[in-house]
């Protein structure tokens, strides 16, 4: 069973940074592209960075330049890097595998105060 664990979230002012760890289990890591989600309050849930196995990236228009995603395979973990964070960025951050998504984790709460 495919589990996803994320965590690091929190209650950060504007222009600050924070660093999210998603940790997944039950499927061959490695071979997967990654994704890291956000859903803010009353809107869709959305992909605002992805990695794939090899490492290349690509990001939401709305982070490019803000975000960055890696991946440490050793430890099926997957992270996000955020600076500058800016109030908009407030939302529940999830991760999942792009192509085959698992089921949701809880998420992890990223709250930016203006």
């Known amino acids: 069973q495919v589990q996803l664990v994320e965590s690091g979230g929190g209650l950060v002012q504007a222009g600050g940074s924070l660093r999210l760890s998603c940790v997944a289990s039950g499927r061959s890591f490695s071979l997967y592209t990654m994704g890291w989600y956000r859903q803010g309050s009353g809107k869709q849930r959305e992909l605002v960075a992805a990695?794939?196995?090899?490492?290349?990236?690509n990001y939401a228009d709305s982070v490019k330049g803000r975000f960055t995603i890696s991946r440490d395979n050793a430890k099926n973990t997957v992270y996000l890097e955020m600076y500058s964070l800016k109030p908009e960025d407030t939302a529940v951050y999830y991760c999942?595998?792009?192509?085959?998504?698992?089921?949701w984790g809880q998420g992890t709460q990223v709250t930016v105060s203006s």
């Open positions: 999942n595998f792009v192509r085959f998504p698992a089921a």
């Open positions: 990695i794939t196995s090899s490492g290349g990236t």
